[in-house]
């Protein structure tokens, strides 16, 4: 466990996707205030046949690590990695339903990602005011290497992102 995380964060397991996440991840993925922060979303969140064919293209792509998190014996969302064309290396994304935001999850989460996945450098986008998102990246090793600018559909704008980079395996302290 590192040692930015404090003890009273729930306990998590990190799975494999199931079929039946998909349902949850879908509702979770409709909130408005979430796609906001988020900002780089699907164009129409509420299209359920796009979401499916998305959810089915990267599950089905095995340079992806796709993880459900587990909460306390519930599905609290997805943390994955991807290679993206752009970067010299992965980048990983990460997705809680609401009720578990502020909780230390997505940091646990992202934590024990970053152990399964140890290709460096690794990566991580963020819309410049989502602090949080930023926050848990940081308690996680990585740091801003880079700025980038790009089309939010949650937003309906051009908006401004940083690009964190995690250089080295951080070992658990």
Same mark, same amino acid.
């Given at each position: 466990?590192?040692?930015? &995380? ?19 991840? +879908? ?8 796609? +906001? ?56 994304? +990460? ?9 230390? &999850? ?9 152990? &399964? ?5 690794? =990566? ?17 090793? =990585? ?19 940083? &690009? ?10």
């Amino acid at each position: 466990m590192s040692k930015n &995380i404090p003890n009273s964060v729930p306990n998590i397991l990190l799975r494999d996707v199931v079929a039946d996440d998909l349902p949850i991840f +879908y509702e979770q993925q409709l909130d408005p205030e979430a796609n +906001y922060m988020a900002a780089f979303t699907a164009r129409d969140p509420a299209d359920r046949e796009a979401f499916m064919r998305h959810w089915q293209k990267i599950l089905n792509d095995e340079s992806n690590t796709i993880k459900t998190i587990i909460a306390e014996g519930q599905v609290a969302g997805s943390v994955s990695s991807y290679r993206d064309e752009e970067m010299e290396g992965p980048e990983v994304t +990460y997705w809680l339903g609401r009720s578990y935001w502020g909780q230390g &999850i997505a940091t646990r989460a992202l934590t024990a990602l970053l152990d &399964i996945v140890q290709v460096r450098p690794i =990566f991580g986008r963020v819309a410049k005011d989502n602090l949080a998102s930023r926050r848990v990246l940081e308690k996680c090793g =990585f740091t801003i290497c880079g700025e980038g600018r790009g089309y939010a559909n949650a937003r309906g704008a051009e908006i401004e992102e940083f &690009i964190l980079c995690c250089p080295a395996v951080k070992s658990a302290l």
